[in-house]
């Protein structure tokens, strides 16, 4: 059942990589893939350095912003996602050889309202996130498009799954090695480097 003050709390809660929330069954997925051209320090990614780092623009009054979400990989490197109003989710990731981000990029659009909190775990070079949107979102309804993405590699090549009308992934759970994630924990969404999102 959803409860509106459960939900508020641990959508504030921007800095925990865990999600808490309700799961059902029902996938809708959609795999969006975003490369990027052109040169960078490292020849095996295409991806261009010379941004800096960008920050929700929906309004919030405290610190930090559940909008926006960091995490670092073990090699240096920084995967960063925001909402952006009327966009979606956005995503930057940094160098540190060229001590510089990519320009930001829409990996899944919609202009449906943001839900507090973006959650984001990493392990052996695997980077998962949850993020959700709904109308009235951010006031404490519930979310109507939860999202659960990875990427890998050079980190141009996400891949986004779409569930409609479900309350959140409740986390997102990475394996030691890095070749698995699953979303939820009682219904659950699986990932794996050999066959993408189940079902698809």
Not at 56 to 79: I, K, M, Q
Not at 128 to 144: L, N, Q, R, S
Not at 162 to 168: A, E, L, M, P, Q
């Amino acid at each position: 059942m959803y409860k509106p003050g459960i939900r508020m709390a641990a959508r504030a809660a921007a800095v925990v990589p865990v999600l808490v929330a309700m799961a059902a069954c029902g996938h809708q997925g959609s795999v969006t893939k975003a490369p990027s051209a052109g040169a960078s320090p490292d020849p095996s990614d295409s991806s261009v350095y010379a941004a800096e780092l960008e920050k929700s623009d929906l309004p919030w009054s405290g610190s930090p912003s559940p909008y926006n979400a960091e995490v670092t990989l073990d090699d240096g490197r920084r995967v960063a996602l925001h909402y952006r109003q009327g966009k979606g989710l956005v995503e930057q990731h940094y160098s540190p050889r060229a001590k510089a981000w990519t320009e930001p990029k829409v990996i899944y659009r919609t202009r449906t309202d943001a839900c507090q909190g973006i959650h984001l775990r990493t392990k052996k070079g695997t980077v998962a996130a949850i993020a959700d949107f709904g109308p009235y979102c951010y006031d404490g309804e519930p979310p109507t498009e939860s999202v659960a993405a990875v990427v890998i590699g050079s980190l141009t090549e996400w891949s986004v799954n779409v569930t409609k009308n479900i309350d959140g992934w409740e986390q997102a759970t990475v394996s030691k090695d890095g070749q698995r994630v699953v979303f939820g924990r009682d219904t659950t969404l699986t990932w794996s480097r050999t066959d993408g999102f189940e079902g698809k």
